[in-house]
C-alpha cells in the first residue's frame, strides 16, 4: 500500500521476454528523501525494473504509478520533468562536449538558469578542466560523472525522482564515495533517489533503504539494517556471510573466510572505507 508520501508505486508488476518473466510480481514504494539500493545477483532483474519505472517498457500487468498517475499514461516530457536517469553507459555516438552533454538535462529551462546550473553541475562533479573535451574521448569513469551531472541538471528544474543504473561501475573507490555521499545529498534536499548497485559497500554505508531481488522477484525490501545482513544476503548470493558490529558507525559484512579459492568478486566484500 503506498503511504501518502510515496512518489513511485509499484504493485504486483510482472514483465518479461518472450514467454519468461524477468520481474515477477513486484510491490515496493520509492519515497522522497531516501537513498534506496537495490541489489542482488547479476540477471535477477533489476535494470528491467529500472526501464518499467521509467515507462521505457510496458508491464504484462500489474501498476507503476507516479504521483498519482500511472507511468504509462505519462508523456516524455512530464516523465522527463519527473525522472532523470544515470545509465550503466552514455549512449551518445556523436561529437558532444562534456558541456553539451550536460546541458541536455536542461531542456525547457531558460537559458540562463540552464547556464548557471551547468556550471554548477560541472563545478560540482569536478569537470572544470574537461567541459570542452569530447565526452567519448574521455575514461569510463570520467564519463560516469557526466552523466550524473547531467541528471542533477534535470533533476533541478522540478525533479522528484533520481534513477541509477550502476553508476559507479567505471569509478575508482574514491569517486565510487564521492558520488554516494552527492546522492545523500540529493536525497535530503528531497529527492527519492534509487540506485542498482553490486558494491555492498556502498548500499551498506549509504542507503536508507534496499530492495533486494533475486530470479526477478523482490525477496526483500525495507530498511538497510532490515536487508542488509548475513541472513537476509547470504542465501541471495550463495554465501556464508558475518556481520561485524562497531560502536557509532554502521556494521560490517564479509565474506566469511574459506571461500577465497572460489570467490573472488570483491563487491562481495563489503567493508566501507571512509
Not at 514467454?19 to 539500493?37: F, R, S, Y
Not at 561529437?95 to 551547468?118: L, P
Not at 546522492?183 to 542498482?196: C, S
Not at 556481520?243 to 571461500?259: E, F, H, M, N, T
Request: with cysteine; proline share 5%.
Amino acid at each position: 500500500m503506498a503511504s501518502p508520501d510515496t512518489i513511485i508505486f509499484l504493485d504486483q508488476v510482472r514483465f518479461g521476454y518472450d514467454a519468461t518473466p524477468v520481474v515477477d510480481g513486484v510491490c515496493a514504494n520509492l519515497e522522497p528523501g531516501k537513498v534506496t539500493a537495490l541489489i542482488g545477483p547479476n540477471a535477477s532483474g533489476k535494470t528491467t525494473l529500472m526501464r518499467l519505472m521509467l515507462g521505457l517498457l510496458r508491464p504484462w500487468s500489474g501498476t507503476i504509478g507516479a504521483v498519482g498517475q500511472s507511468v504509462a499514461e505519462l508523456g516524455p516530457a512530464e516523465r522527463s520533468r519527473l525522472m532523470s536517469y544515470v545509465p550503466q553507459r552514455p549512449g551518445v555516438r556523436f561529437a558532444f562536449t562534456v558541456r553539451e552533454v550536460i546541458a541536455m538535462g536542461a531542456h525547457g529551462q531558460s537559458k540562463r538558469v540552464a547556464e548557471q546550473r551547468v556550471d554548477d553541475a560541472i563545478n560540482q562533479a569536478g569537470l572544470t578542466g574537461l567541459a570542452d573535451r569530447v565526452l567519448m574521448a574521455l575514461s569510463g569513469g570520467q564519463q560516469q560523472r557526466v552523466l550524473l551531472a547531467r541528471a542533477e541538471v534535470q533533476s533541478a528544474s522540478g525533479g522528484r525522482v533520481m534513477l541509477l543504473d550502476e553508476p559507479g561501475s567505471h569509478l575508482d573507490l574514491k569517486h565510487r564515495h564521492a558520488m554516494m555521499q552527492r546522492l545523500r545529498q540529493l536525497a535530503d534536499d528531497g529527492l527519492a533517489v534509487l540506485v542498482v548497485l553490486h558494491e555492498l559497500d556502498l548500499a551498506a554505508r549509504y542507503a536508507d533503504e534496499a530492495w533486494l531481488m533475486d530470479a526477478g522477484k523482490l525477496v526483500a525490501a525495507g530498511p538497510w539494517d532490515a536487508v542488509l545482513t548475513p541472513n537476509v544476503l547470504g542465501p541471495v548470493y550463495g554465501l556464508d556471510m558475518e556481520q561485524i558490529d562497531r560502536k557509532d558507525d554502521r556494521p560490517l559484512l564479509v565474506v566469511s573466510a574459506g571461500l577465497g579459492d572460489t570467490m573472488t568478486d570483491d563487491s562481495l566484500a563489503t567493508q566501507p572505507t571512509d
